[in-house]
């Protein structure tokens, strides 16, 4: 289990060192606001595009891969320690296992992690969608 918890730890350390990196270019690009001819959005819509294909979605990827992983072993230690409520009630407690509540800990952070990852590609990818129309009605 030691060994679970340390590749998960891993893991979720490197996503959230490259989310600290990336973050101020990710939400710089959100704030962009789209002009209302296209034409005028080309250098915008260039940079959403570089950000979305270089770090939103690469890093989201790999956020809800590492959260996938270790799901399973999730569900398997929630359905032990369901399991053993059941049996022994509050007694239950003197199978505490620390190591096994922190690695629970690291996967559900790392599955907020691809979650919040998820809405700012989705959130850029709408917006790179309003960068290339216009908005202004045709006359």
Known sequence: MSDL?????????VIAILFSLWYPELTSALALVAAPKKEDNVAKRQHVHAVLLS???????????????????CIKIL???GSQFLRYGT??????DS???????VVFASAYLAIYLTIL??????????LSRDSTPRS
């Open 55 to 73: 770090k939103a979605i690469p890093l989201m990827i790999f956020a809800v891969l590492v959260a996938l992983v270790f799901i399973p072993d």
């Open 5 to 13: 918890l340390a590749a998960s730890s891993l893991l979720a350390t």
């Open 91 to 96: 007694a239950a407690i003197h199978n505490y």
């Open 99 to 105: 190591v096994r509540t922190a690695f629970l800990l």
């Open 79 to 81: 359905l032990e320690a």
């Open 121 to 130: 590609t989705v959130k850029l990818l709408t917006l790179l969608r309003k």
